[in-house]
Nanobody, 115 residues
Framework: QVQLVESGGGLVQPGGSLRLSCAAS????????MGWYRQAPGKERELVAT?????NFYYADSVKGRFTISRDNTNVYLQMNSLKPEDTAVYYC???????????WGQGTQVTISS
């Protein structure tokens, strides 16, 4: 099993920045994909950004140009700039490895954008 632990959430004013971190531990072979999802109240969980071991990146249109994802073998980070109230959500770290693919989730960290 792989455990994912997020940190770095909090309350910030619109236009501010936050950096989320996620540390993976346990039975790690090769985390092919690491990324971040988010879920706002009353909405479905949505993909924010992912990065592969080959450094292929994906960003949701809503965060392009504002968020930057980065990683090493066992950690993934999300630098969030120019934050907006609509970025308010619980952010979940996500990772995958193996064949068949195993999916792992963190417990979530709250990000609140409010003045």
């Amino acid at each position: 099993q792989v455990q994912l632990v997020e940190s770095g959430g909090g309350l910030v004013q619109p236009g501010g920045s936050l950096r989320l971190s996620c540390a993976a531990s346990g039975r790690i072979f090769r985390l092919n994909v690491m990324g971040w999802y988010r879920q706002a109240p009353g909405k479905e969980r949505e993909l924010v950004a992912t990065v592969t071991t080959e450094r292929n990146f994906y960003y949701a249109d809503s965060v392009k140009g504002r968020f930057t994802i980065s990683r090493d073998n066992t950690n993934v980070y999300l630098q969030m700039n120019s934050l907006k109230p609509e970025d308010t959500a619980v952010y979940y770290c996500h990772a995958r490895q193996g064949i068949p693919i195993q999916f792992y989730w963190g417990q979530g960290t709250q990000v609140t954008i409010s003045s």
